[in-house]
C-alpha cells in the first residue's frame, strides 16, 4: 500500500526536480461537509508532519469558490495553503482563536505553522498515494 504524502513542487520545476519537497505524511481528508466544518477545532496539537486537506465542492476537484478559514477554537498557529487545481493560489500563516482568511480554492490545506513557509503562489502542490 502507498502511503499518502503531499508534495510541494515550485513553479517552473518539473516533478523530477530536486526542489520538490513532501511537507506532510500523515494525511487527513475532510471531505464531509462536517469534518470541514470542524478542521482542527478543539485539537491540542497538530503534529508536525501532518496535514488535513479540505477537499471543497462536488469531488476532489469541485468548482472553485471563496473558501474561509476561522481559527476560532484552533489552539495552535497554522499554515493555510489555498489551492485550485493543485495550483497554489493563497499562502496564510493563521493565529490561533482570532485568525481569519480566504481566498478562491476548490482545496484547502491545513499544516503546522512553518511546515509552507517555501510555498508560493503559481507552484503546485500534489497529493500522492
Keep these: 500500500m502507498t502511503a499518502r504524502r503531499l508534495v510541494h513542487v515550485p513553479a517552473g520545476d518539473g516533478e523530477d526536480s530536486d526542489a520538490t519537497a513532501v511537507l506532510a505524511t500523515d494525511i487527513e481528508i475532510a471531505d464531509s461537509t462536517l469534518s470541514r466544518a470542524r478542521g482542527l ?24 469558490s471563496l473558501q474561509i478559514v476561522h481559527m476560532v477554537f484552533v489552539r495552535q498557529p497554522l499554515d493555510v495553503v489555498w489551492l485550485v487545481d493543485d495550483e ?13 482568511g480566504a ?3 476548490d482545496r484547502i490545506l491545513e499544516l503546522p505553522a512553518g ?15
Excluded: C, K, Y
Design 41 to 64: 477545532m478543539f485539537r491540542s496539537r497538530l503534529p508536525e508532519d501532518a496535514a488535513l486537506v479540505m477537499e471543497m465542492g462536488t469531488g476532489v476537484f469541485g468548482n472553485p
Design 103 to 105: 481566498a478562491r480554492a
Design 88 to 100: 497554489v493560489r493563497q499562502v496564510s500563516r493563521l493565529q490561533p482563536w482570532h485568525g481569519l
Design 115 to 129: 511546515a509552507a513557509s517555501g510555498v508560493r503562489p503559481g507552484d503546485w502542490i500534489v497529493l500522492e498515494g
